[in-house]
């Protein structure tokens, strides 16, 4: 699977000012609790009746990496939850957020650069960033190495493989640079190889020539072959360069201050962190998944599906992607990048609430994860129920 394939990702996301869902004389029935605004202890029943939700999305058939809202709604996990979703396809990435504007829809779909331009657009101050749990930035930080780097202070005393002559102009170069820094090394410290080829580099990695390089998640199987050998995710700490590639879901600020429909998003958002979790835990149904999406991956190597299937689940982040001082990172930096004569910033505080997030992981927990912006800045006030794995 190519760079390009990866680059539509889905994102879902859950937001703000969440209030009693009993306590509106329309909202469906339920058990005791549900949740609310401020709330950390967070029991939530099925409704009954089902609660309604739509969704406008940038795509009629999800690529492989938007596929779990879609697969929760196949394999009946949002109807268990007391939730009816209709998912609306608009073949276009500025189309679920002109329905979202247009109150068409209930929440949208959108790369997350377009989520900042309809937020800073007229009539845009409505718009909510809420949750997500997929981001192919580790895309951008593939690695083949071996097997004893694992972080980037451990590229101490390695040899760097690297296409051409190491030079500022060399993606591939520059972006060891970064990791090199982030530990307080320099190139004194490590010694960089010139590979040739994608080619030439793998075989450099078989022959243990070089310790790591970047490389193409379609040469990943080759790696497979040797144990001394694994993929491994590099990111410099504070960096937001994946951002730009993920698909997350916005609302509107009158979507969430009805209580039913909070209500509804917080059972949206809650459904897919869990199957998230859960398929990266189950490779069988992971790749039943898969390949019930994408006809190609039939018929493929066991070894193939493996590395697949290692490279497919790492894409997603299990903890909800909200991180705020990260995406607070990320909004002022892509608001400088599309306004270059501003001197203003994003309205974090407005335009991101991380409240559903943080009430689905005070359900389930929070899981260790590499990514930083998957890496909740608060920690949720009680323990998760033990062994709250499955859906």
């Known amino acids: 699977m190519s760079r390009a394939t990866a680059a539509v990702v889905a994102l879902t996301f859950g937001t703000a000012g969440l209030a009693s869902c009993a306590s509106s004389k329309n909202a469906p ?3 005791p609790t549900t ?15 089902p609660l309604n939700l739509t969704v406008a999305v940038p795509y009629t058939t999800p690529p492989i990496f938007s596929v779990i809202p879609f697969e929760a709604k196949r394999l009946g996990y949002f109807s268990r939850a007391g939730l009816n979703v209709k998912f609306v396809s608009v073949e276009s990435s500025g189309g679920p957020v002109q329905l979202l504007v247009g109150k068409q829809v209930d929440v949208a779909a959108v790369f997350t650069p377009d989520s900042v331009d309809a937020f800073l657009a007229p009539g845009g101050s409505a718009i909510r960033y809420i949750s997500g749990y997929c981001c192919h930035a580790a895309l951008l930080d593939t690695y083949g190495a071996s097997t004893s780097i694992n972080a980037p202070c451990d590229l101490k005393g390695k040899t760097l493989g690297v296409g051409t002559v190491p030079t500022p102009s060399d993606p591939e170069y520059m972006s060891f640079e970064q990791l090199l820094q982030s530990c307080h090394l320099t190139d004194k410290d490590v010694h960089f190889a010139v590979t040739g080829t994608i080619n030439q580099t793998i075989q450099g990695l078989l022959a243990h020539r070089i310790d790591i390089a970047q490389i193409d998640i379609d040469d990943t199987p080759l790696l497979s072959t040797d144990p001394k050998l694994h993929l491994v995710h590099l990111v410099v700490p504070g960096t937001y360069r994946g951002w730009g590639y993920a698909e997350g879901n916005v609302t509107r600020a009158d979507v969430i201050s009805d209580p039913v429909k909070a209500q509804a998003i917080q059972i949206y958002t809650t459904t897919i962190i869990k199957l998230a979790r859960l398929m990266q835990q189950n490779e069988s149904l992971a790749m039943d998944t898969a390949m019930h999406y994408d006809t190609l991956l039939q018929g493929k190597s066991a070894d193939f599906l493996h590395s697949f299937y290692q490279e497919w689940v790492a894409e997603w982040l299990v903890n909800g992607m909200m991180n705020v001082p990260s995406i607070k990172e990320f909004l002022d930096k892509a608001y400088y990048l599309a306004n270059p004569q501003a001197t203003g910033k994003v309205d974090v505080a407005t335009f991101v609430d991380p409240r559903f997030v943080k009430a ?9 994860y590499v990514f930083f912006w998957d890496k909740p800045d608060y920690n949720p006030t009680d323990p998760p129920p033990a062994g709250d794995r499955s859906l």
């Not at 689905?360 to 260790?368: E, K, R």
């Open 29 to 31: 029935s339920t058990a």
């Open 360 to 368: 689905t992981l005070d359900q389930i927990g929070v899981l260790p």
């Open 35 to 49: 949740v609310a605004g401020n709330s950390t202890n967070t029991t939530s029943a099925i409704p009954n009746p």
